[in-house]
Structures are given as structure tokens and as C-alpha cells.
């Protein structure tokens, strides 16, 4: 069974920027279209990036336009997250996983905490 493995969360003030990390534990993305998702504090897990892992096509949804950037790299078989001008409302665990998400293949998150 694959899970992700998601890392490089943190602690950083408002405008300050972090890189994420998505790697599969046991096997390989299953899946052309990848995503990030995201859940704050007492709100479900919504989406945040996809991108197709084959022509490298992106979507963000309108609250991370402009700030954050999907990436992949298919050599080492690993998707990121740049992230920039942070906002306290970026707060969450952030998560990686195919797109439509399959339920075995969530991973545990990597915390994004965002200081103002």
C-alpha cells in the first residue's frame, strides 16, 4: 500500500516562505493528476495545488494564486510546495495525495504554522 510522506512544515512569520515536500512510502504515485490539500484547526481538509504529473499542467485555488507553486520532479519521483508571502491563514497540516485522493494513501501531514 502506498502512503505519502510529506515534509519540510514549520514555523515562520507572516511573508515568509517554506518548501514542502511529498515523496510515496512503499511504491510510486499511482496517479497523473497529484495534489496538495491542506486542513486548519477545526475545518475539514480542502484542496490547495494539483498538477498533472505527465504534461505538468497546474491548478490553485484562488486563496494561494500567485503565492504558491506545485512542482514535481520526476526523477526522484517527489512533488513540492513552494510557498510564499505567507499568511497566518496558511495555517494547517498541510497533505499530499493523488487527485481525486484516495482514502489508504493519506500520510500524516507536515505542520505549516504562520506567525503574525
Known amino acids: 500500500q502506498v502512503h505519502m510522506v510529506e515534509s519540510g512544515g514549520g514555523l515562520v512569520q507572516a511573508g515568509g516562505s517554506l518548501r514542502l515536500s511529498c515523496a510515496a512510502s512503499?511504491?510510486?504515485?499511482?496517479?497523473?493528476?497529484m495534489g496538495w490539500f491542506r486542513q486548519a484547526p477545526g475545518k475539514e481538509r480542502t484542496l490547495v495545488a494539483v498538477?498533472?504529473?505527465?504534461?505538468?499542467?497546474?491548478y490553485y485555488v484562488d486563496s494561494v494564486k500567485g503565492r504558491f507553486t506545485i512542482s514535481r520532479d520526476n526523477a526522484k519521483n517527489t512533488m513540492y510546495l513552494q510557498m510564499n508571502t505567507l499568511k497566518p491563514e496558511d495555517t494547517a497540516v498541510y497533505y499530499c495525495n493523488t487527485n481525486p485522493p484516495k482514502t489508504d494513501s493519506w500520510g500524516q501531514g507536515t505542520q505549516v504554522t504562520v506567525s503574525s
Open positions: 512503499g511504491g510510486t504515485f499511482s496517479s497523473n493528476f
Open positions: 498538477i498533472n504529473w505527465s504534461t505538468n499542467w497546474t
